[in-house]
Every structure is written in structure tokens, then in C-alpha cells.
Nanobody, 124 residues
Framework: QVQLVESGGGLAQAGGSLGLSCAAS????????MGWFRQAPGKEREFVAA????????HYADSVKGRFTISRDNTKNTVYLQMNSLKPEDTAVYYC?????????????????WGQGTQVTVSS
């Protein structure tokens, strides 16, 4: 079993930046693909970004491409999401997710492990 704990959410102004972290524990982190998803009020949860174990493969949602950066530190079992040029439409609960596979996918059903989520609010 893998436990995921997100941190770093909060309030930012439009155009500002926030950084999220997700620490994994419970078993070996090796070979896991990590993803970030978000759910805005009244909307379905959607894919944001994903990164493979070797960092060679990274995917972003079109809505965040060029503004968000996903990274990971395998020595710390931690994945990060740096969010720049934030927009009010980025307001959501952000979830970290993990899948025990080298394949980097964007479908949330492919991720069996989830964190509890952290709120990000962007004011205009």
C-alpha cells in the first residue's frame, strides 16, 4: 500500500505562483509513475500532469502546458508541481496520484493510489 500526502496549497493572486509537494510512503517508490489531478467546484476531476520514474516521460494537460512544471525526487519519494502564471480557473482541489507502472498515462482510473488533496485558490 502507498500513502500519499500533499502539501503546499493555499491562496494566490492571478499571475502568481504556488508549489505543491506530494510525499509517498508505505512501500518502495521504485518504478511508480506519479500524477497530479485537480477537481474544481462542480466539475469532474481532471488530469494535470504526470511524470515517469526516470523523468524521461512527462505529460501535461493543454490547459497548464507552459505554466506548470512537474518534477520528482526519487531519493525523497516526493513529487512536485510548480504552478506559475496562475489563473482563477486553476482554482481546485489538487490531488497527487501514483501507479505502480513505468507507463505514463493520463487517465485517472489507471492510478490506484491517491492523496487526500490540497486546496488551491487563485483570486482575480
Amino acid at each position: 500500500q502507498v500513502q500519499l500526502v500533499e502539501s503546499g496549497g493555499g491562496l494566490a493572486q492571478a499571475g502568481g505562483s504556488l508549489g505543491l509537494s506530494c510525499a509517498a510512503s508505505g512501500r518502495t517508490f521504485g518504478g511508480y509513475t506519479m500524477g497530479w489531478f485537480r477537481q474544481a467546484p462542480g466539475k469532474e476531476r481532471e488530469f494535470v500532469a504526470a511524470i515517469g520514474w526516470t523523468r524521461a516521460r512527462i505529460h501535461y494537460a493543454d490547459s497548464v502546458k507552459g505554466r506548470f512544471t512537474i518534477s520528482r525526487d526519487n531519493t525523497k519519494n516526493t513529487v512536485y508541481l510548480q504552478m506559475n502564471s496562475l489563473k482563477p480557473e486553476d482554482t481546485a482541489v489538487y490531488y497527487c496520484a501514483a501507479r505502480p507502472s513505468l507507463a505514463v498515462v493520463t487517465t485517472q482510473d489507471e492510478y490506484p493510489y491517491w492523496g487526500q488533496g490540497t486546496q488551491v485558490t487563485v483570486s482575480s
